[in-house]
Every structure is written in structure tokens, then in C-alpha cells.
């Protein structure tokens, strides 16, 4: 196994290098200020490839430290072999496992597409001819396996644990449950609402009763009479945001809605109750109907007490309700 001294100008990365780093000065300062006081230590793999004129190497792995030499002005050291490419698929993966900084997800997806590549027959002879066993395989596919949203949720792939794969990985395989953990995927980036991995894993595979949220499929839009959106009720996993616009909300408007809100929430109302709107000046009142009382009288003085709240309310209520697709309904 000669040892070569070689320009680095005449190398490149090999295009099934299973790194997708961004190598930059910053990312590589590290190893830039180690080679430039030590020198190159440990050389990288490759073999000889091109016509004359290109690239004379390919590196099966080393290209941060190509990155360094280029950026130093030095030769690179590199350990030339003769290797087919799935002899180089097997050389790249033992060096990866000895770096701590290569996850499992990144192994996981290399592997799925050395297999769509017919590199390896079987996931039996992929896990024999690099050394591991087929169940640890099997585990590591199952982040190929991973809907994108649910990846990007996290704050790195690096944090998702190969037993999270595998039971998100099973969730998504159910249309019913891949929806839901998508969804909840989804919002968790837009609210930012957990702070680790653990919590937003967690929030991903709840199986616990479903929220108001859960039972949404997507944001309702409030209309008025005449079919115009007045508001936007948004549903997130710990959270029902009702979005105004902001040119809407006086400080007039925006007083009565605090007080509004103040009483209706103070009240022992049931959540899947009808929701109306009406129109009071600029902006309409949003009334929740809460379930009748037993006696109509003492409704009416109910009413009666909460409608001073908003003006115009107290008509829109009187008038019969007819559920749209997004009111629910009482059983």
C-alpha cells in the first residue's frame, strides 16, 4: 500500500463520499491549524482515475483534510489502492464508524443507497461485508425511512437515536399516524415549543387523548356574512392562536376583545361548541355559544350580561346558527 506524496490540485472526492459537510476555513480551522504545525499525520484513501488532464485521484474518504492541503499550499499524503467501488463503499464505512462526528442517520441513508445502487445484494450481505449485524442494518435504514419534516424537526439528524428511528419510522408507515406525526413535525418548528429532543420525540409519538388540535387537519378561516375572512384560528400542539389583522385591532377593539375572551374563558364551556361571527364596527365579535342552560330564562340573562361586551353581539346571537365545516357540533 504505497504512501504518495500528491498535489492536491490533481485530487477530487469521490461523488459516493458519504460526508456532505460544509468544508469551509471556519469548519476546517481545527484541522488547518493542526496540519500546519504538525503536518499531515494520517493519510487519506484513493485510487487513480481519469484520462491525462484530469483529476489523476479520487479520495474514497480525507476531504477535509484535502481541504486543509489545498488551503495550505501542500501536497496531500494519500494511500493509493486499487479498489472497485464496493471495495471503496467498505473502506469509506469502517473509516466513518471510528469518527464520532458521523450519525446514525447519515449512515442509515448511505446504506439505503448503496442497496438502490445494487452495490450489495441484500441487507445480509451488506451487513457481512461491512462487519455489523443485519438487525443494526435494519435500525439504520429506518432513518432513510424518516418523512423529511420529521427530520427537519430536530435540531440536527444527529439527535434523533436509532430507537426513535425505528418507532417513528413504524408510525409512518400508518397513513392515519404518519399524518398526525407530520403534522405535529411541522408545528413544532413553527412554535418551537420543545426544547430537546427528547421533549419534541416525545410530542412526536403521544398517544394520549387528542387535543383540539389534533382533531385539525389544518387552520380554519373565519368569514363574515358576506364571506370575507375576518380571522384565522390556528392550531398548534399546545396552543389555539386566533390571528387578527393588525390593521383591524385598535386599541378600542383590542380592549373589548381582552374583556370578551376574560369572561368567556371564565365560563365552564365546552370546547366543541358552535362558533359564530358577526360583525360589531370594524371588526366582527366572535361569539362561542355555550351549552344551553336548563332554565331559557336564566340563558337569557346570561346572554344578556355577556353581549354588553361587544356591541352587535347580542343580534348575531339571537340569530338561529347554522354550523359551517369547521363548527363543531354538539352530540
Same mark, same amino acid.
Given at each position: 500500500m504505497p504512501i504518495?506524496?500528491?498535489?492536491?490540485?490533481?485530487?477530487?472526492?469521490?461523488?459516493?463520499?458519504?460526508?456532505?459537510?460544509?468544508l469551509d476555513e471556519d469548519s476546517c480551522a481545527s484541522l488547518i491549524d493542526s496540519i500546519r504545525a504538525n503536518g499531515q499525520r494520517i493519510p487519506v484513501l484513493g485510487r487513480r482515475c481519469g484520462p491525462p488532464g484530469e483529476a489523476a485521484i479520487e479520495l474514497i474518504y480525507g476531504a477535509r483534510r484535502l481541504f486543509a492541503a489545498q488551503y495550505l499550499g501542500i501536497e496531500l499524503l494519500v494511500d493509493v489502492r486499487e479498489l472497485d467501488d464496493r471495495a471503496a463503499l467498505i473502506a469509506m464505512d469502517i473509516e466513518n464508524r471510528v469518527r464520532a462526528d458521523i450519525s446514525p442517520y447519515e449512515r442509515g441513508m448511505s446504506y439505503r443507497s448503496w442497496l !438502490?445502487?445494487?452495490?450489495? *445484494?441484500?441487507?445480509a450481505d451488506l451487513a457481512a461485508a461491512v462487519g455489523i449485524s443485519e438487525a443494526q442494518v435494519s435500525r439504520l435504514l429506518r432513518y432513510a425511512e424518516l418523512p423529511a419534516a420529521v427530520v427537519g424537526a430536530f435540531s440536527s439528524p444527529a439527535a434523533i437515536k436509532e430507537q426513535w428511528a425505528v418507532t417513528l419510522a413504524k408510525r409512518c408507515q400508518d397513513p392515519t399516524t404518519r399524518q398526525l406525526t407530520v403534522r405535529?413535525?411541522?408545528? !413544532?418548528?413553527?412554535?418551537? *415549543?420543545?426544547?430537546?429532543p427528547q421533549a419534541l420525540y416525545a410530542a412526536l409519538v403521544h398517544e394520549g387523548p387528542r387535543s383540539a388540535a389534533d382533531s385539525?387537519?389544518?387552520?380554519?378561516?373565519?368569514?363574515?356574512r358576506a364571506g370575507k375572512p375576518l380571522v384565522r384560528i390556528g392550531f398548534r400542539s399546545r396552543a389555539v392562536h386566533i390571528i387578527l389583522p393588525k390593521e383591524k385591532v385598535t386599541p378600542r377593539v383590542l380592549r373589548q376583545i381582552s374583556e370578551y375572551l376574560r369572561t368567556?374563558?371564565?365560563?365552564?364551556f365546552e370546547p366543541e361548541e358552535q362558533v359564530h361571527v358577526g360583525s360589531a364596527d370594524a371588526l366582527a365579535a366572535l361569539v362561542l355559544v355555550d351549552a344551553p342552560a336548563d332554565d331559557p330564562a336564566d340563558r337569557s340573562s346570561m346572554l344578556k350580561g355577556r353581549n354588553t361586551l361587544i356591541p352587535g353581539a347580542a343580534r348575531t346571537e339571537r340569530r338561529a346558527l347554522e354550523p359551517t365545516s369547521w363548527q363543531g357540533k354538539r352530540g
Open positions: 504518495e506524496s500528491v498535489n492536491a490540485a490533481d485530487c477530487r472526492v469521490w461523488h459516493l463520499h458519504a460526508r456532505g459537510d460544509v !438502490s445502487a445494487g452495490y450489495f *445484494s441484500s441487507q405535529r413535525a411541522r408545528e !413544532s418548528v413553527n412554535s418551537q *415549543s420543545h426544547s430537546t385539525r387537519s389544518r387552520d380554519q378561516v373565519v368569514q363574515d368567556i374563558l371564565a365560563l365552564d
